[in-house]
């Protein structure tokens, strides 16, 4: 499986964006790149994925290198609720298997 | 509202005593799959299963069964637990043709 690279903790203070990057340079053509979140004492929760296009939802962006081996992640106005373990994964089309790594802790500062 | 429930969420037990961790959703998903989380090494797969009778095992299948008779059910059997399966279990599931799973709340099993 094709790794990905993040930093081990970011801070951010509420209500300011948040960008979360993630390194995947073996990445291959057809790797989704998933984020997934998990707020303290919950199972992980699904944030967005993309492939090769930059995507939009209620919850976050995600910014995808032209090159594809990096991406970002975009909490547009972080709050409280928002502090959590965020983890960057890459799963080949038609397999579901998620390989977490160990992830990005946020903490938003009040 | 779309559900994923594990039962128990909370257990500890004794080596050698025969337990079984369920999980059901309520989506009508294909896939199913049981991971295990321990601090430093994040999420694990340990069995997955892609429909009813097709189950497979994933990255750390030791010690563990899983039976898959009805699309909503996919339990986690530990025949016979050890300490080193002490950790916090989640169920995951997804549909075929979306890339969004939906995990349970956990299990914390402590075997002593």
């Known amino acids: 499986d094709a790794k990905t690279t993040q930093p081990n903790s970011m801070e951010s203070n509420e209500e300011e964006p948040v960008h979360l990057p993630c390194n995947h340079s073996?990445?291959?053509?057809?790797?989704?790149i998933h984020w997934y979140r998990q707020l303290p004492s919950q199972g992980p929760e699904y944030v967005i994925h993309?492939?090769?296009s930059n995507v939009n939802n209620r919850m976050a962006s995600l910014a995808i290198a032209e090159d594809r081996k990096s991406s970002t992640l975009i909490l547009h106005r972080a709050t409280l609720r928002d502090a959590a373990v965020y983890y960057c994964?890459?799963?080949?089309?038609?397999?579901?298997?998620?390989?977490f790594g160990t992830g990005t802790r946020l903490t938003i500062i009040p | 509202e779309a559900q994923v429930t594990q039962n128990p969420r909370y257990l500890i037990t004794v080596t050698g005593k025969k337990l079984t961790v369920t999980c059901s959703q309520n989506?009508?998903?294909?896939?199913m799959s049981w991971y295990r989380q321990d601090p430093g090494l994040g999420l694990r797969q340990i069995y997955y299963?892609?429909?009813?009778?097709?189950?497979d095992k994933g990255d750390v299948p030791e010690g563990y069964k899983v039976s898959r008779k009805e699309k909503r059910n996919f339990p986690l059997i530990l025949e016979s637990p050890s300490p080193n399966q002490t950790s916090l279990y989640f169920c995951?599931?997804?549909?075929?043709?979306?890339?969004?799973?939906?995990f349970g709340p956990g299990t914390r099993l402590t075997v002593l």
């Open positions: 995951a599931t997804s549909g075929q043709e979306v890339r969004e799973q939906f």
């Open positions: 073996t990445i291959s053509g057809t790797d989704y």
């Open positions: 993309g492939l090769t």
């Open positions: 994964i890459l799963s080949n089309f038609g397999n579901e298997k998620l390989t």
């Open positions: 989506m009508n998903h294909e896939y």
């Open positions: 299963s892609m429909n009813v009778e097709v189950t």
